[in-house]
């Protein structure tokens, strides 16, 4: 997320930055679990995520990735991204693994055969609010990234009733998280030492042995 500093701390490392137009990743948020319940909260995410890796643009082994253009001609990307990052490029990069299972729906799509299916969902996914709602808030940073807007300005009223959701959506999260903040600021320290040493001992058993 933080390209620049990324790129200070490993030098020689490569930065592929993926952009995908942001109603689309909205879109595909609101399918996901535990996402906020709120438009203008996800779409500040993709400008949250997108503007840190842009940061690193002037950065020589930075590439920019467009998700249409990955999903719909694979090969030729998958070509340009191996060159740029010095790999030999290989068919099997393209080939499903059915042999990849996950518990979780979410996860089991993004394992899936690349297809153009996704492209343009929001068209079907969101309303003409909703759209409007994004487009508001990434503002002139869409059209950096290389996505045009199509809606209209979104009225203050469903401005207010989304930041509504967001702020019952955020209160709903800690109302469920403070039993367990609770807890951490109430138990003893005996029972704090007691679960540090219990954590510790997962983290020894499950750690690789070293040489």
């Known amino acids: 997320m933080f390209t620049a500093t990324l790129c200070q701390w490993y030098p020689d490392a490569y930065i592929i930055h993926i952009l995908r137009d942001p109603r689309d990743v909205v879109a595909s948020l609101a399918r996901m679990p535990r996402q906020p319940n709120s438009v203008l909260a996800n779409a500040k995410t993709w400008v949250r995520l997108n503007l840190g890796a842009w940061r690193g643009r002037q950065y020589p082994r930075y590439l920019p990735v467009r998700y249409e253009e990955l999903v719909t001609q694979p090969e030729e990307e998958l070509r340009r991204i191996c060159s740029f990052i010095g790999e030999e490029y290989s ?4 080939v499903e693994r059915p042999d ?3 518990p979780g729906a979410w996860l089991r ?3 899936e055969p690349v297809t153009t299916t996704r492209i343009g969902k929001w068209r079907e996914e969101l309303t003409a609010d909703e759209v409007a709602l994004i487009e508001w808030k990434v503002g002139a940073h869409m059209q950096t990234f290389g996505y045009e807007p199509v809606g209209r300005a979104p009225s203050r009223l469903s401005v207010g009733r989304d930041l509504t959701k967001g702020l019952v959506d955020s209160l709903t999260r800690h109302i469920g998280e403070f039993p367990a903040g609770w807890y951490s600021l109430m138990r003893s320290p005996s029972i704090s030492r007691e679960e540090a040493a219990r954590l ?3 983290r020894h058993l499950v750690s690789p042995a070293k040489p």
Request: with cysteine; charged share 25%.
């Open 109 to 111: 799509r993004a394992q």
């Open 200 to 202: 510790r001992f997962r």
């Open 91 to 94: 068919s099997a990069m393209l």
């Open 100 to 102: 990849c299972q996950s």
